[in-house]
């Protein structure tokens, strides 16, 4: 599910359920990231199938990246995998932070 940068916050806070993954590359994350935010780089397509072996497909996952696409991506790997609570920062970090939203470094 796409959702913009408002509704994927407040879903995320509201789910006690949820793990925040950031699926954009090491480099991209240690300019800043999304609280509590688990990262695994995309173009890693060994790790990141290796990554998502590893998740309980029970829990809500909350996916970005930089601007949308690569989570996007990422949440139909994992739909293909059987994971079912799945919600894409569509406009990515970069409307996150636009919003004046908090992030970590």
């Known amino acids: 599910m796409n959702l913009n940068s408002l509704e994927w916050k407040e879903k995320m806070e ?4 949820s793990v925040c993954i950031d699926v954009r590359t090491t480099e991209e994350f240690l300019e800043g990231y999304i609280h509590s935010s688990k990262n695994i780089d995309f173009y890693d397509a060994a790790k990141f199938v290796s990554f998502l072996n590893d998740l309980d497909k ?7 990246c930089r601007s949308g696409k690569r989570s996007f991506s990422a949440c139909e790997i994992m739909k293909d995998l059987g994971f079912t609570n799945l919600y894409n920062l569509e406009s990515g970090y970069l409307d996150w932070v636009a919003c004046g939203y908090e992030t970590d470094r």
């Open 14 to 17: 509201a789910d006690s359920n």
């Open 58 to 64: 029970k829990k809500s996952y909350y996916v970005y």
